[in-house]
């Protein structure tokens, strides 16, 4: 398996790309090929820090970067030979299975919009995400893929999410919720209404109806579909406010020296915690409905992220998840 690396994309690039890449390959199976895609002579230089003798990755050049800020739309048309689409190109040209950026979001799906399509009968791709709960991991889709959207591709997200939950989260007959301003049927707006009765009518989803905010973390649903405008905001919230606690926590236990031994003995129900909230543990988000595998990473993402943005990549590719989604529109008339 050959897994492009954008390693000039994210704020901590190319370091803890290079840093993830090599963390991976120590720890999973060596049946996997990193084609790191950047500088050449910057990415050499940063390789020589580490001992990779033996390691099975591969340099392919590239010119230009798109930075964080710039248009996503301008950046890939004008430059050609940047990581971000070169990376997208050995996809396009299967020679490589995967891609993995934490660069420009919007540059990655154009990228990928552009030189490798949607799966047949997709409508929008969408971008799906892992949430911690109370139980285990959901997925929520859309997470900024789609800020506007019609009935019909709500409905796409749900199968889509179902069968990435079904494959990569091993749920035997996940159960899918609408994200609402309320349980009952009644309550929402237009295309909440509308969508609902479209996946309540297949029949062959395991949906449960609409969920609340609350939902997200309870582990009520394995998958919560909603639009990307909205999913972006949860995504968003929730990553801060688990920062937030964490701030707070550490604010706490430092106010005197009895808290602080106090925190001292519950270290370790801590450290769990923390890795349960973190980002970096869940990896990259894949887009799904495109005619490749993407994972897409936090911009800020360091090592750990990058190292399981990977592991996210190599377990949709061994998992064929692109099949099962075509077979999931066709069984439910997409």
Same mark, same amino acid.
């Given at each position: ?48 820090? &580490? ?66 399509? =949607?799966?047949?009968?997709? /409508? =929008? ?27 019909? @591709? /709500? ?23 609408? /994200? ?66 964490? @701030? ?6 430092? =106010?005197?020296? /009895? ?19 973190? &980002? ?27 190292? %399981?943005?990977? %592991? ?23």
């Amino acid at each position: 398996m050959r897994i492009a690396v954008d390693a000039m994309g994210g704020d901590n690039a190319p370091r803890a790309i290079i840093e993830g890449v090599i963390a991976y390959l120590k720890e999973e199976k060596k049946d996997r090929e990193i084609i790191l895609v950047g500088d050449e002579e910057v990415v050499k230089r940063e390789l020589s820090l &580490y001992s990779v003798d033996g390691l099975p990755i591969s340099i392919e050049p590239s010119k230009e970067v798109i930075e964080m800020e710039e248009s996503p739309a301008k950046a890939i048309r004008t430059k050609k030979r940047s990581s971000i689409v070169i990376a997208t190109n050995l996809v396009r040209d299967k020679k490589a299975d995967a891609l993995v950026s934490a660069g420009n979001t919007g540059a990655v799906m154009g990228a990928c919009f552009m030189s490798l399509g =949607r799966l047949k009968g997709i /409508l =929008r791709p969408a971008i799906a995400t892992l949430l911690p709960t109370l139980r285990t991991p959901s997925v929520l889709l859309d997470v900024g893929a789609n800020v506007d959207c019609k009935p019909q @591709h /709500l409905f796409q997200f749900a199968v889509m999410g179902s069968v990435y939950a079904r494959y990569v989260l091993k749920k035997e007959k996940p159960k899918v919720g609408l /994200l609402s301003i309320g349980e009952e049927r009644t309550k929402g707006n237009g295309l909440v209404f509308s969508a609902h009765k479209l996946i309540e009518d297949s029949r062959l989803l395991n949906f449960i109806g609409n969920v609340e905010g609350r939902d997200i973390v309870n582990g009520k649903v394995d998958v919560i579909v909603c639009d990307g405008f909205v999913g972006n905001i949860v995504l968003k919230f929730g990553e801060s406010f688990a920062e937030m606690i964490m @701030h707070e926590l550490k604010e706490e236990f430092s =106010r005197n020296l /009895l808290l602080k031994i106090g925190s001292f003995l519950v270290r370790s129900g801590f450290r769990r915690f923390r890795k349960r909230v973190d &980002y970096s543990e869940y990896g990259g988000a894949p887009l799904l409905g495109i005619d490749g595998v993407c994972i897409i990473c936090h911009g800020s993402s360091g090592a750990l992220a990058i190292k %399981n943005g990977v %592991n996210v990549a190599s377990e949709f590719v061994s998992n064929k998840v692109n099949v099962a989604i075509e077979e999931g529109l066709r069984l439910y008339g997409c």
